[in-house]
Structure formats: structure tokens, C-alpha cells
């Protein structure tokens, strides 16, 4: 088991900004109003560009969180961390394996690890994983290579056996992010509940609304 050290606390409302869905705000813009309306994790996801764009990107938006005291997670990339001074990484299943990133960044980055089978979120941990994001609990159509929904039991079933914050993702909505947490989650990542929406800070204000409310009124 690796041993942590003291780091950033893991947030309960990741916004992972997205400029495919939309294309009205940029992705430093989409930090800016999910910050201003609660959000307390940005996470840099985009699977095009050069390095150098991503770098740049990143740099913009790790100013923005940095100036508001929120940390940025950038998607698979640790090289593209490194370089602007990020708070961690989150990487997929396809991505670089845990014990790596936990050898190459610092001892205080958080990382976080997409796991779908209680196997694989056991064996995250174990490699230094600070959170594991499960998903989709609901249907999705963010994430074209996306597994069928999981449920609400089945992530219960989860957050029972892991042993940090389980980030629940996937189709959840300010319809049913109470019952997310309710079910035991200890919070949740969006990204077409606030990118897609007309106004984004709203919409971020909204889903922390029903968080607080989730964890307040735990489900059956």
C-alpha cells in the first residue's frame, strides 16, 4: 500500500469543461463561471491538439483555479501536469497505470482513476489512487466509448468496498445528483449538466444545491 501524504481535500462537484459539446465558451471560461458557481475540482479533458495547445489550455486555466483556490485535474495527461503546475491527474483505464503517475508527480498531487469493477478499484487504491470515478450511473452521450449505466445500486455496492471518495459520472443531472451522494458517493463530475447549459454558472449552483441536499438525506 502506498503511504499518502497531506494533499488538497477531493472536491464533491468536478466540472470537466468541454469545448465539443459546445462551442460558445472556451475551456478557461467554462473554469471561471463553474468556479463562480461552486464548483470546488476543474478537470482539463480533451483527447485533440497538440501538446503544446493542451499545455497552453492548461495554462489558462490553472491561473484561473489558482487564483481562486480551486484545484485543476487534468484528464490521462501527467506530462501536460507537470508543466503547468496542476493540482493532479485522473486517469482512465486505457491510460498510464496509477503506480507510474505516483512515481513521476509529486507526492501531493491528487490522483484520481476511472474503475468499473470492484478488482480494478481495489487494485487503483493499492497503486496510490486518491478517488476513483465510477460511471455512468446513468446513460450518457458525453462519452461516445461509454459503458452501459451502472445504477444506483450498483455504485452503492462500490463506495462500500473502496476505501476513498468514490466520484460518481455519467448522466448525472440536478435531477439526480441528490440521490447520487445519497447512495454514497462522495461527489460527483459532470460535464454536459454545466457545459451544455445555457448558463453554466447557474446550472453549477444548482447540482451543489442538490449535493448538499444528497448528503443530507441519504437514499434507501
Known amino acids: 500500500m502506498v503511504t499518502k501524504t497531506m494533499k488538497t481535500q477531493i472536491?464533491?462537484?468536478?466540472?470537466?469543461t468541454d469545448t465539443t459539446l459546445q462551442s460558445r465558451f472556451t475551456h478557461?471560461?467554462?473554469?471561471?463561471?463553474?468556479?463562480?458557481?461552486?464548483?470546488?475540482?476543474?478537470q482539463f479533458r480533451q483527447?485533440?491538439?497538440?501538446?503544446?495547445?493542451?499545455?497552453?489550455?492548461?495554462?489558462?486555466?490553472?491561473?484561473?483555479?489558482?487564483q481562486n483556490g480551486v484545484p485543476l485535474i487534468i484528464n490521462d495527461r501527467a506530462d501536460i501536469a507537470l508543466a503547468v503546475g496542476?493540482?493532479?491527474?485522473?486517469?482512465?483505464?486505457?491510460?498510464?497505470?496509477?503506480?507510474?503517475?505516483?512515481?513521476?508527480?509529486?507526492?501531493?498531487n491528487i490522483i484520481g482513476a476511472s474503475a468499473r469493477t470492484e478488482e480494478k478499484i481495489l487494485a487503483a487504491i493499492s497503486e496510490g489512487a486518491d478517488y476513483i470515478g465510477f460511471g455512468p450511473i446513468y446513460g450518457t452521450?458525453?462519452?461516445?466509448?461509454?459503458?452501459?449505466?451502472?445504477?444506483?445500486?450498483?455504485?452503492?455496492?462500490?463506495?462500500?468496498?473502496?476505501?476513498c471518495p468514490v466520484?460518481?459520472?455519467?448522466?448525472?443531472?440536478?435531477?439526480?445528483?441528490?440521490?447520487?451522494?445519497?447512495?454514497?458517493?462522495?461527489?460527483?463530475?459532470v460535464i454536459s449538466a454545466v457545459c451544455a447549459h445555457p448558463e453554466p454558472q447557474v446550472a453549477t449552483a444548482a447540482l451543489l444545491s442538490e449535493i448538499q441536499k444528497g448528503q443530507h438525506e441519504p437514499s434507501q
Do not use: W, Y
Request: aromatic share 0%; with cysteine.
Open 167 to 189: 466520484i460518481a459520472i455519467g448522466g448525472i443531472t440536478v435531477d439526480t445528483a441528490a440521490e447520487v451522494i445519497g447512495a454514497g458517493a462522495h461527489g460527483i463530475a
Open 28 to 42: 478557461a471560461q467554462l473554469a471561471e463561471l463553474a468556479i463562480t458557481g461552486g464548483a470546488d475540482t476543474v
Open 141 to 163: 452521450t458525453s462519452k461516445p466509448d461509454a459503458e452501459n449505466a451502472k445504477g444506483l445500486a450498483r455504485l452503492r455496492r462500490m463506495c462500500e468496498i473502496a476505501r
Open 47 to 66: 483527447k485533440i491538439g497538440t501538446t503544446r495547445e493542451l499545455v497552453q489550455t492548461a495554462q489558462e486555466m490553472q491561473a484561473i483555479c489558482a
Open 11 to 16: 472536491g464533491v462537484l468536478h466540472v470537466i
Open 86 to 108: 496542476a493540482k493532479g491527474v485522473h486517469f482512465g483505464q486505457d491510460d498510464m497505470p496509477v503506480a507510474i503517475g505516483r512515481r513521476i508527480l509529486p507526492a501531493e
